[in-house]
């Protein structure tokens, strides 16, 4: 087995999770009968909630009543967390004073509200409308295509390094500009930084505002907003060791009351007539319907725990891991890690690779199947960047967080070890276009089959997609 050198001049271990999180102790069934303790390494698509967040969430449930519509004590205690939320994301990203926090789905739902917002923005310059949004062709197709079906939409090729890649934006924003720069805070296939405060710098110089899709980047690092110069910032729940469902789209608030209402129906109004409607300022405009309320409170409970970590321990915690994990993966022969920009050092604990002349879907199908590993194999939802990389086949990605150690990262090294070595020990069969090991008696847990009824557990690896 390859193993991983840990350097010994860190004044912490990577031995121990950072944080508890739920299922940190799952064990989980193998195609040969055996079992094993479970490796998570796919934070990236969702990460585990934790386990003070599942703590507050139980604690609410009891006192489940409407938002903001009853006057019953239950439903108060349940209007002050939903609101008390929206402080706890601001100061979480660093929100400027009079930024709204609109709580959304999840970031595919903000960046469609921003969206929505930017179609009714004046921007003052005579037969420009709207303005459409740029951005580089590295994005997340939910950060891609809320922009791309809208005027005056551009994407502006990232090149090898960032430094050609701003010149070629800048010279984009003064040719014709543009309302908004949208970029990824951290991309979700090499988990690269882009420099953010210098792009929102570059993006103010042309008159175009920026927003930032931090799904990957607020789970991973301390985000300032105001100091950074940010003016729009979306993330998701799921991703921040929350249950799913909830996300929020923080910032300036007059192109949010430019809009009307995302979401037509009950709370969002001021007055309605039959023939129109006076829609409300404020988050609420942009929040009709019953919110998700546990949701919101995870997610507030989530921005808390993080924000009571020292600083700068997430963050070291995550590039000791990432360090370990990419010398690990280059170790091993024919394995690549993929990159997008030479010159960005910076990257949070999402790491893709390919192993040249294997299928990424088997690769990862017998990491479960045989190892008890959880990464995800597939295009990442960013179909234009894995064409970019010379992978439009996909590719693996392996992801950490705050539950993840050094074992994590070692076992999934020593299972890629092996594959290399031997390739897969069971035999798969193509079935639905994934890779399916057979034959395969694995049950799913008891009180899961009590509901679903007794199935084949659903391998899921190398989705056309994948998130
Ligand atoms: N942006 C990035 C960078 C992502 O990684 C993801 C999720 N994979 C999204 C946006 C979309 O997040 P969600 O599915 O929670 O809307």
Request: hydrophobic letters at 45%; one cysteine or more; charged letters at 20%.
């Amino acid at each position: 087995m390859s193993s991983v050198s840990v350097s010994q001049d860190e004044s912490f271990s990577v031995d121990e999770p950072l944080l508890p999180v739920s299922g940190g102790d799952l064990t989980v069934p193998l195609v040969d009968g055996g079992h094993t303790p479970y490796v998570n390494l796919d934070y990236a698509a969702s990460a585990p909630c934790l386990r003070a967040v599942a703590a507050r969430v139980e604690a609410l449930l009891p006192y489940s009543a409407s938002v903001h519509r009853g006057a019953g004590y239950a439903s108060q205690v349940c209007t002050a967390l939903f609101e008390s939320a929206r402080e706890d994301v601001r100061r979480f990203i660093g929100g400027r004073a009079g930024d709204s926090v609109v709580f959304t789905r999840n970031t595919t739902d903000a960046v469609n509200l921003l969206a929505h917002c930017l179609d009714h923005v004046d921007t003052g310059r005579p037969g420009q409308g709207a303005g459409g949004a740029v951005v580089f062709d590295v994005e997340h197709h939910a950060n891609l295509l809320p922009w791309q079906r809208r005027p005056g939409f551009r994407c502006v090729p990232a090149a090898p390094s960032m430094a050609e890649s701003l010149a070629a934006l800048a010279a984009e924003l003064r040719a014709r500009p543009a309302a908004l720069v949208a970029v990824t805070g951290a991309s979700n296939v090499p988990g690269e930084v882009p420099p953010i405060a210098e792009i929102a710098e570059l993006a103010h110089r042309h008159g175009a505002r920026l927003f930032v899709d931090a799904a990957q980047l607020a789970p991973h690092r301390r985000i300032d907003m105001a100091a950074d110069g940010i003016d729009y910032l979306a993330f998701s729940g799921h991703k921040l060791y929350a249950p799913f469902g909830a996300g929020a789209l923080v910032g300036r608030p007059d192109w949010l009351d430019a809009a009307p209402g995302y979401l037509a129906g009950g709370g969002a109004v001021r007055e309605v007539t039959v023939a129109g409607v006076d829609w409300a300022d404020g988050p609420a405009r942009h929040e009709a319907g019953t919110p998700n309320l546990p949701g919101v409170v995870a997610l507030a409970a989530a921005c808390r725990e993080l924000s009571a970590l020292p600083a700068d321990r997430l963050r070291r915690h995550e590039e000791r891991l990432r360090g370990e994990l990419v010398e690990g993966l280059t170790a091993l022969e024919g394995v690549r890690v993929h990159r997008i920009w030479t010159d960005v050092q910076d990257a949070v604990g999402v790491v893709t690779f390919s192993l040249p002349g294997h299928d990424p879907a088997l690769v990862s199908a017998c990491l479960a199947a045989e190892h008890g590993i959880g990464v995800r194999a597939g295009r990442f939802c960013a179909h234009p960047l894995l064409a970019r990389l010379g992978v439009p086949e996909g590719a693996v990605r392996a992801s950490i967080g705050v539950g993840s150690t050094a074992a994590d990262v070692r076992r999934l090294v020593g299972a890629l070890a092996d594959y290399l070595r031997s390739g897969p020990r069971w035999t798969y069969v193509r079935r639905d276009g994934q890779w399916v090991p057979t034959p395969d008696e694995r049950r799913l847990p008891g009180w899961v089959e009590n509901i679903v009824g007794r199935q084949r557990v659903p391998v899921g690896a190398g989705t056309p997609c994948g998130h």
